[in-house]
């Protein structure tokens, strides 16, 4: 006999085991050629080998793993965004996320955000509801239209069969033509299931900048002109430069023209550090012990500035201050709008590459003999420069003390980077150490963040992309403890993809930037911003990742290189100094 509760149920626990139904079990895949396998054969068309997903739309999931399409199974939405988001930067060619209608579709904001800020194509595909079944309270159905307005660069729902092959490329072109950036295409659900149409299609639009522009010629030649006639002419690069696969080109320039390069967070790379013209990254962190402190001047006294790829935003010209007010700028941007929208240039609009391309041919046209002059003493300011920098930095960068400087842990990993390494970065403080204390050492070396919005926590998300876009390279990924607590789950995603990264978690028992800042501007914080402890090696282990906890200065190179001898993922949690902060402008003004 069963017991009955008071309340008349079955006490947990209690009756026969209910038997599975058998429509429960696996049968075999109702919909042979459906819609879906169509969208599927157009991805692979265009390029698509993986897709950033949690097996919705089921349907098109379920087409696409039949058809060899690799889903990488992210936990939450907002991450595997951003897993797409670095993994469209690292391969140069769109990445796809999918997710289901209402509350999935309003994790892929943020990532979506991030995107249409810094250019990158993504392409969601979204579940929505049945056609007959719209705007009459169907389960979870929202205006997705206008959820994804403000955060993609083009949003439409298909709803034909015979019209799906001409949305997924308008979703492509929409991506990667022009200035690059995310598309939505909502496909209901019950259109996947319908029987496929023939395609026609067969052009492959899975790559940007799809359609390379060049600035006008004579805008080029009177660039080459100023440059070659200033008395400190200076190129900013910024992140279009990696967007255009420009590196190599800006490089060549640098050595050919003799001029000086520095960068944005999102620029670096585009250029060697190490190089005796190159100045490092500039901005808003340009306090003591800052990277290019000492390069200062030589920014604000440039004569010519040449920004390329430069949005020109407030981080990068902290709040507007740095770039020099007087100077003839030249500014090349894909997007005609980014030219002039801070600083009064000579229009060269076009894709970076190509536009740099023309520039160098132009300057081979005109005498370089004032640049080549220039040469040796701004070489030698340069140098001079960075070494007031490394002396002044030395007792941090080398510093025993524990809890642990952030600079110590940055000279570590800086002498482990090879060239083909990525080193990815969360917001707040990590993308600050990460931008002054590590060292490009190969233009286009890769160091991404998710900078576009400064958005905490995806760091550890893009380093999972990343190594989905190089399986063959070292990917490390440096966090701050507050930004890592959003996205602790994806520890088991990568375990369960088998992706090994070696995560440095910055652990300070604080939201640093967010408590710093308050002291600085309030006098003092708010409840919010200190921690109870967590054991965050701990919550890798558990997730089937290594988890080693370093409190001494002295371990973090055994522990790293025992991450690099690990075939998993491993947490290097390291013991953080609360008061250290990096050299943040307007922290430390003098
Ligand atoms: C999603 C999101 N929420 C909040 C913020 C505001 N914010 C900027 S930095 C910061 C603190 C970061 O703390 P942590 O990740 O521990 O890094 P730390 O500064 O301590 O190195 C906060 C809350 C943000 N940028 N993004
Ligand atoms: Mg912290």
Known sequence: ??????????????????????????TGLKYPDSVAHLIARSLQRHGIEVLFGQSLPTMLHL?????GLKQVAYRTENAGGYMADAHARLTRRPSVVTAQNG???????????????????????VQDVGRA??????FQDFDHMALFSSCAKWVRRVTEASRV??????????????????VVLMLPADLLVEPAPPARRVSKLGHFPLDRTVAAPDAVALAAELLARARNPLVIAGGGVHISGAHDVLAALQEAAHLPVATTVMGKGSVDETHPLSLGVVGYFMGPNGATRHLRPLVEEADVVLLVGNRTNQNGTDSWKLYPRD????????????????????????????TLLALGAALAEVSLAAREAARPALEQRIAFGKQAHRSESEVHRTSAASPIRPERVMQELDGLLTPGSVVVSDASYSSIWTSNYLTCRQAGARFLTPRGMAGLGWGFPMALGAKVARPGAEVFCVAGDGGFGHVWSELETATRMGLK?????????????QKHAENLKYGTHTSAVDFAPVDHAAIARACGCAGVRVTDPAELAPALLAARAESRTTLIEVLCDPDAYPPITFYTPA
């Open 133 to 138: 079944e719209t705007d009459r309270n169907a």
């Open 501 to 513: 990264v070696t995560l440095i978690l910055l652990n300070n028992g604080i939201l640093g930037f």
């Open 1 to 26: 006999m069963n017991q009955r509760t008071d309340s008349g149920l079955l006490a947990p626990g209690q009756g026969a085991p209910a038997a599975t139904p058998s429509v429960l079990h696996t």
């Open 63 to 67: 087409a696409c793993e039949e058809l």
């Open 165 to 182: 092959e001409d949305y997924i490329d308008q979703a492509f072109a929409a991506a990667c033509s022009g200035r690059p950036g995310p």
């Open 327 to 354: 100077a003839h700028y030249i500014h090349i941007d894909t997007d005609g709008l980014e030219v002039g929208r801070n600083y009064e240039a000579l229009r060269l609009v076009g894709d970076a590459r190509e």
């Open 103 to 125: 509350p999935a579709a309003t994790l892929l904001v943020a990532p979506l955000a991030e995107a249409l800020k810094v250019s990158i194509p993504l392409i969601a595909l």
